[in-house]
C-alpha cells in the first residue's frame, strides 16, 4: 500500500535486483551543517547524534565509543576527537553497509578483546562482529565490566558476547 521502503528512520534504503545499500548520507550531511566541524564550543548532543550514526557506520563504532564514554565531562582533547570524526565523515559521506541478495545463509562471527586496554581503570575493551554470508549485520564495542586478570579472560568475555548474539541471530531464521 506505500510502496517501495527508501527512507525509514534516517536510514536511506535503495533496492535493486540483486542487492540492498543502507546508508545515512542525508544524515550525515545534516549532522555536517548543524555542528560544523570549525566551531569550538563543545556541544553534549555532538555524541548522540555520531552514536546514531554507527547504525550503518561500523567504520566509526568504536572510536565513537571511546569519546561517549568521556560524554559527562569533555575535555579539550575530547573535542578534538569529535572534530576529527567529523572531518572523517566529511569525505566518507556516502559510505554505508552492501547487502548482495543471495541463498547462501552462514552465520560467523568474530571477536577480540585488549587487554587491559583502558589507562584510566584497566579494563579491557571487546568487540565483535557478525555476519550472515559475507554481509555483516551486528556489531558492538564495549569497555567490558569487570578487571581481568589475565589475558585470556577478557577474550574469553569478548567471545561469549559474540556467541550469545549468533545464538540469537541463529534463532531468528531456524
Not at 115 to 133: P, V
Request: glycine share 6%; net charge positive; charged share 20%.
Amino acid at each position: 500500500m506505500m510502496g517501495e521502503l527508501n527512507f525509514f528512520l534516517g536510514l536511506q534504503i535503495k533496492e535493486c535486483q540483486e542487492s540492498i545499500y543502507i546508508s545515512q548520507s542525508k544524515y550525515t550531511k545534516e549532522l555536517l551543517k548543524k555542528f560544523g566541524i570549525e566551531e569550538r564550543k563543545k556541544n553534549p548532543s555532538m555524541i548522540g547524534s555520531l552514536l546514531y550514526l554507527t547504525a550503518s557506520r561500523p567504520d566509526i563504532l568504536h572510536v565513537v565509543c571511546l569519546c561517549a564514554r568521556f560524554h559527562s565531562n569533555p575535555k579539550e582533547s575530547h573535542l578534538s576527537a569529535v572534530k576529527r570524526i567529523f572531518r572523517y565523515l566529511k569525505g566518507t559521506i556516502h559510505y554505508g553497509l552492501f547487502y548482495p541478495k543471495n541463498e547462501n545463509f552462514s552465520l560467523k562471527g568474530y571477536s577480540d578483546s585488549d587487554y587491559a586496554g583502558n589507562i584510566d581503570d584497566r579494563k579491557s575493551t571487546s568487540g565483535s562482529c557478525q555476519f550472515l554470508s559475507d554481509c555483516l549485520v551486528s556489531w558492538f564495542s564495549k569497555k567490558q565490566n569487570q578487571l581481568c586478570f589475565s589475558f585470556h579472560g577478557g577474550e574469553y568475555i569478548s567471545a561469549a558476547f559474540c556467541c550469545t548474539q549468533l545464538l540469537w541471530m541463529k534463532h531468528l531464521h531456524p
